[in-house]
T-cell receptor
Framework: DAGVIQSPRHEVTEMGQEVTLRCKPI?????LFWYRQTMMRGLELLIY????????DSGMPEDRFSAKMPNASFSTLKIQPSEPRDSAVYFC????????????FGEGSWLTVV | GNSVTQMEGPVTLSEEAFLTINCTYT??????LFWYVQYPGEGLQLLLK?????DKGSNKGFEATYRKETTSFHLEKGSVQVSDSAVYFC???????????FGTGTRLLVSP
């Protein structure tokens, strides 16, 4: 089975540019999560969706960040405008309710904003 | 609120040594407990889990027992290998919620 698929794997962009990260969850999963990992703050939950509906976006750092899930097989995390402090690894993850709360992670999108 | 506390790293061991990484938690209900592993340059992978008190999760020689009385879920392995070098994350999720709360991670370095 294919796991959680993220793209791009690596992105280097200039400050002020728009960044879009993409995620395809595991087929059939009804929860989707976006996490951010940095050395300073560790793993932070940014937002999660249930059946394509955003449930908790309290972790989104500021209005420059937005996330959408237009259908069950696709989600985006957008940063506009990007800043150097947004440099991090962004993980998408998915899970299926009733599966013992096991969450499966993608390999991450490594973002560098210069 | 819910939280997870892990021992500070890095943990440095020689090959075939015994490993313990401590994890304690605070939760209002009856959480499920997890250990995830992150190898360099990769995402997190589920290593093992336990969903109720006294359950033991195990995988690839690693074990952890859900101890409700001490609110702990310590990770152990009897004989580590160089290939076990990675960052290990303890996490919990409340039964009725899907989202994970992670500890800060513990880096393990195993030398030949």
């Amino acid at each position: 089975d294919a796991g959680v698929i993220q793209s791009p794997r690596h992105e280097v962009t200039e400050m002020g540019q728009e960044v879009t990260l993409r995620c395809k969850p595991i087929s059939g999963h009804d929860y989707l999560f976006w996490y951010r990992q940095t050395m300073m703050r560790g793993l932070e939950l940014l937002i999660y969706f249930n059946n394509n509906v955003p449930i908790d976006d309290s972790g989104m750092p500021e209005d420059r960040f937005s996330a959408k899930m237009p259908n069950a097989s696709f989600s985006t995390l957008k940063i506009q405008p990007s800043e150097p402090r947004d440099s991090a690894v962004y993980f998408c993850a998915s899970s299926l309710q009733g599966s013992g709360n096991t969450i499966y992670f993608g390999e991450g999108s490594w973002l560098t904003v210069v | 609120g819910n939280s997870v506390t892990q021992m500070e790293g890095p943990v440095t061991l020689s090959e075939e040594a015994f490993l313990t990484i401590n994890c304690t938690y605070t939760a209002t209900g009856y959480p499920s407990l997890f250990w995830y592993v992150q190898y360099p340059g990769e995402g997190l992978q589920l290593l093992l889990k336990a969903t109720k008190a006294d359950d033991k999760g195990s995988n690839k020689g690693f074990e952890a027992t859900y101890r409700k009385e001490t609110t702990s879920f310590h990770l152990e392995k009897g004989s580590v290998q160089v290939s076990d070098s990675a960052v290990y994350f303890c996490a919990l999720s409340e039964r009725s919620f899907q989202k994970l709360v992670f500890g800060t991670g513990t880096r393990l370095l195993v030398s030949p």
